[in-house]
């Protein structure tokens, strides 16, 4: 089933990270600045980076897609990413309460 078109989860303008299309249980981000670079985030990756602590953001990233890691490292990106996917969990859990309370679920 197709999702209807909504905001992003998080867009400051740098860094845009929402449902992606093809599969609403995972997440794409978009980082435009300095150069564009595109990453899908599998299910669940979303929550766990959002749940890694500062400190380990680099390595998790590094695991989970290692030239990314190296961009975001080489552009000082990886402290804004940090927040943004933070953002982005806190408000796809908002949501997705929201939806609940007004389903009555």
Do not use: W
């Amino acid at each position: 089933m197709k999702m209807p078109k909504e905001e992003p989860l998080y867009d400051d303008g740098q860094i845009r990270i929402n449902h992606y299309e093809k599969s609403p249980e995972c997440h794409e981000m978009r980082i435009t600045k300095p150069e564009e670079k595109y990453v899908l985030l599998q299910r669940g990756v979303l929550e766990d980076l959002a749940r890694t602590s500062r400190k380990n953001l680099k390595r998790k990233l590094a695991v989970i897609n290692p030239p990314l890691a190296y961009f975001l490292e080489e552009n000082k990106l990886v402290d804004a990413v940090g927040l943004a996917v933070s953002q982005a969990y806190i408000e796809e859990t908002e949501r997705f309460e929201a939806f609940k309370i007004r389903e009555g679920l």
